[in-house]
């Protein structure tokens, strides 16, 4: 013990402890471990979000000290990071209006519902299993060295699936472009958390944080423009030109920052945790393809896909430090928020997969109007965040977020009451709602998860917060778009006897195939029996959508403490502030 403490002095002696308001705030990685201080200030980690962390409970951190830059260039580097985050945001946005085209024969590829869940799912799947490695390759090779090589691969594979000729490769492309997105997303915050210290650091999170707003309000009216005026492919080759701007901002202004103190890499649990969901994927989109689940084809892969996640968890649990920690899960508030998270993210990507189809297919909005269409709800999300923020201050997060979660479940079963002859205004408002509640939720359940946790613990807790997120959209928008698919075939059926065979397999894949077929062979009434058949799937798969978030406010009422502090808000910097430090 000794030893130990005469060691720890020494590193003590070149690591730095910055007072910031009421306790210390620190550099992004931890290096040494001792004794016991207050602690209620902002912590920033390089793989997890700002959190508050309360005082009297954890250890005292020292870390590095940055090395300072000029105050032009730190502003150079945070418009160079925030151009690459801009860029995920927007891709993020973009394919759910492109969805729609992407089902059409003739301006389209012609892609059927399952191919379109994996357009959407491979690149959630890849982002999810890559990135809490991609953390640790930064600590190895720098975190510029990885964001170089996350942007290359990103803007390669947005030009590949530009280019693409047919659903398979813009799967294939799609799923390389979310590898990319893995590499980029960590060592973009961490860049930034090198770069800036003390209240010059907090000012420029809060303004990085905007770029995640204007990406999901911009994106979706700039996938309708470019729709509206060029080929598809176009969605994506605009990546190439941003990606290859940043890349040379990267290569001008950005110090290689890299941990002192790596950790292991952890190939065993990234390929079994790919292969997991690649195989619970699979069987369950292939259920709405073959519209039965008793096919082997269905339930073999998803029960492999269970399998290999179970072999995943105990492989976790034997590494001395594993990226993702499922003992973190055994503790009742982090367990039960994370639980809620996934299950909220499911429902929203499933009910963001059927909105397209719905406002595009069904109503047969451009896909500028979708866009437009749209923003409500983008709106909604960055009013939330703020407002839920300041009431959890007064009151305390159940009594906010419980709440708010129901609002939303109840918003995506308010799908089921949409129609063809629905007024716009009330698809806006409910649009507006829907974003306004998820946005007091995620933020505010996000960041007191992570600060319920021990300090050591936070880049771990951030890890699997952001998994259980990320692996909660794949599986929604798989068994959301298989709820459609079946449920359409089973309400077409009656309106194809009679009808030639080929056009009975080709009504029976999509609305978007049947109303193409109708307009071949002029049969209108084939077309509204097609939009009839997809608003019933709506209906059905609302509810289930509607029930499954509802289930998520269940957990997080069980879950949380009734009383207790007030916990998960992040500072904001006040304007004057942050325009003097930044």
């Not at 996938?223 to 290859?244: C, E, R, Y």
């Not at 419980?402 to 609002?407: E, M, S």
């Amino acid at each position: 013990m000794k030893s130990l403490n005469w060691q720890i002095r020494l590193r003590a002696q070149n690591c730095s402890v910055r007072k910031s308001g009421r306790g210390h705030t620190v550099s992004p990685t931890a290096t040494v471990l001792t004794g016991f201080s207050k602690l209620d200030g902002v912590v920033e980690f390089a793989y997890g979000p700002v959190v508050q962390v309360p005082a009297d409970r954890y250890r005292k951190v020292f870390m590095p000290a940055p090395p300072t830059l000029p105050k032009f260039r730190q502003q150079l580097i945070l418009a160079v990071l925030m151009l690459c985050s801009l860029l995920i945001w927007l891709d993020n946005t973009v394919l759910s209006t492109t969805l729609e085209t992407l089902a059409d024969p003739v301006r389209g590829l012609g892609a059927d519902p399952g191919e379109l869940q994996w357009a959407t799912g491979s690149y959630t799947l890849t982002f999810a299993t890559l990135m809490f490695t991609a953390g640790t390759l930064g600590d190895r090779f720098g975190h510029r060295t990885v964001f170089s090589g996350g942007l290359v691969i990103f803007a390669g594979s947005s030009l590949w699936a530009a280019c693409a000729s047919d659903a398979g490769q813009l799967i294939a492309a799609r799923a390389v472009m979310g590898a990319g997105s893995a590499l980029i997303t960590p060592a973009n915050l961490a860049i930034l958390m090198w770069t800036f210290s003390g209240p010059a650091r907090a000012a420029a999170v809060g303004i990085f944080s905007t770029s995640a707003g204007v990406g999901m309000a911009a994106g979706p009216v700039l996938a309708g423009f470019l729709l509206d005026h060029f080929w598809w492919g176009s969605v994506f080759l605009i990546n190439v030109p941003v990606a290859a701007l940043a890349l040379v901002g990267l290569a001008a202004l950005v110090p290689n920052f890299r941990s002192p103190t790596p950790r292991p890499l952890d190939p065993a649990g990234m390929l079994l945790s790919i292969s997991g969901l690649v195989a619970l994927a699979y069987g369950l989109i292939r259920a709405g393809q073959v519209a039965v689940w008793s096919r082997a084809d269905v339930w073999a892969p998803i029960i492999v896909g269970l399998v290999l996640l179970a072999v995943f968890v105990l492989v976790e649990l034997r590494v001395k430090v594993p990226s993702f920690d499922p003992r973190l899960l055994a503790q009742r508030t982090f367990g039960g928020g994370n639980v809620t998270l996934g299950l909220l993210l499911f429902s929203v990507a499933a009910i963001t997969f059927y909105n397209a189809f719905y406002l595009q297919g069904a109503l047969g909005f451009s896909p500028m109007k979708a866009g437009l269409a749209n923003i409500p709800t983008a709106l909604g999300a960055l009013a939330g965040a703020p407002l839920a923020s300041r009431l959890v201050r007064r009151v305390s997060l159940r009594p906010i977020t419980v709440p708010a979660l129901t609002v939303a479940a109840l918003t995506m079963g308010g799908y089921g009451f949409l129609g063809l002859q629905t007024p716009l205004v009330w698809i806006e408002f409910l649009l507006l709602i829907q974003g306004l509640s998820i946005g007091m939720v995620i933020g505010p359940v996000t960041a007191a998860l992570i600060s319920n946790l021990p300090l050591e613990q936070a880049g771990a807790g951030s890890a699997v917060t952001n998994t259980v997120r990320q692996t909660g959209s794949v599986i929604g928008i798989a068994v959301g778009g298989t709820i459609m698919s079946i449920m359409y075939r089973r309400a077409i059926e009656p309106s194809l006897e009679g009808a030639p065979g080929p056009v009975q397999d080709q009504a029976r894949v999509s609305a978007e195939q049947a109303r193409h077929i109708a307009t071949a062979i002029h049969r209108p009434d084939l077309a509204q029996a097609a939009d009839n058949a997809f608003i019933h799937a709506m209906h059905v798969g609302a509810g289930w959508i509607a029930v499954i978030a509802l289930l998520g406010a269940a957990v997080l009422l069980i879950t949380l403490p009734a009383v207790g502090r007030k916990q998960g808000t992040i500072p904001q910097p006040e304007p004057a502030e942050a325009r003097s430090s930044v």
